[in-house]
């Protein structure tokens, strides 16, 4: 009797720059709105150019950076696999079709955004958007497992961070500042020899 491996299948990579501009351009177009969530299924589950570790730990940078955290994501993973060519390929695949979309929804917003189905539709499609943030929160937290703190520091910063900000009413800039400094405080601690 043969014992089979659980090994996870190799990581893949992006075949040129087309192909790193129309993952992106597709991850945008799929997502519009909430990109965050179909970015993690689709560079992780469907592409497997990240692991769920690598996936985090590169959002995890996007978000401390300025500017949206997709953006950031595409720009650190085209230049990951192709250097500043590749970061520019993912950007432009990311926003092209995109920004042509938004200027044409704002023109027609702006001739209908006095009709309820409109504001009706739009009150739906935010919750649909909370949903696929609450999903992917979900699917990312076995990675924590793995994460110098520990599912229960983690979970601890995430109920500190919500406390802070919804019930306390604290500036989300200071306590991203606060909690983050202590949270790397406390990995860097856990991390050295």
């Given at each position: 009797?043969?014992?089979?491996s659980?090994e996870?299948?190799a990581?893949?990579?992006?075949?040129s720059?087309t192909?790193?501009?129309?993952a992106?351009?597709?991850?945008?177009?799929?997502?519009?709105?909430?990109?965050?969530?179909?970015a993690q299924?689709?560079?992780?589950?469907?592409?497997?150019?990240?692991?769920r570790?690598?996936?985090?730990?590169?959002?995890s940078?996007?978000q401390?950076l300025?500017?949206p955290n997709?953006?950031n994501?595409s720009?650190?993973?085209?230049d990951?696999?192709?250097?500043?060519?590749?970061?520019?390929?993912?950007?432009?695949?990311?926003l092209?079709?995109?920004?042509?979309?938004?200027?044409?929804?704002?023109?027609?917003?702006?001739?209908?955004?006095?009709?309820?189905?409109?504001s009706?539709?739009?009150?739906g499609m935010?919750?649909?958007?909370?949903?696929?943030i609450?999903?992917?929160?979900?699917?990312?937290?076995?990675?924590l497992r793995?994460?110098p703190?520990?599912?229960?520091?983690?979970a601890?910063?995430?109920?500190?961070?919500?406390?802070?900000?919804?019930?306390?009413r604290?500036?989300?800039?200071?306590?991203?500042?606060?909690?983050?400094?202590l949270?790397?405080?406390?990995?860097?601690?856990?991390?050295?020899p």
């Amino acid at each position: 009797m043969t014992t089979m491996s659980a090994e996870p299948p190799a990581l893949a990579r992006p075949q040129s720059l087309t192909d790193l501009f129309f993952a992106f351009n597709r991850l945008a177009l799929q997502g519009f709105g909430g990109v965050l969530a179909v970015a993690q299924r689709e560079l992780v589950e469907h592409r497997r150019w990240l692991t769920r570790e690598d996936f985090l730990e590169l959002v995890s940078a996007a978000q401390v950076l300025p500017g949206p955290n997709v953006v950031n994501l595409s720009l650190m993973l085209g230049d990951r696999y192709f250097g500043l060519r590749g970061a520019f390929a993912a950007l432009a695949g990311m926003l092209a079709v995109p920004l042509v979309i938004v200027l044409l929804m704002t023109t027609l917003y702006a001739q209908f955004a006095d009709v309820p189905a409109v504001s009706g539709a739009l009150r739906g499609m935010s919750a649909v958007a909370a949903g696929l943030i609450l999903a992917t929160a979900c699917k990312l937290m076995m990675a924590l497992r793995k994460n110098p703190l520990g599912p229960v520091a983690c979970a601890a910063f995430a109920l500190a961070t919500l406390l802070a900000v919804a019930a306390w009413r604290l500036p989300l800039a200071t306590v991203i500042l606060a909690l983050g400094a202590l949270a790397v405080a406390l990995a860097w601690w856990r991390l050295k020899p």
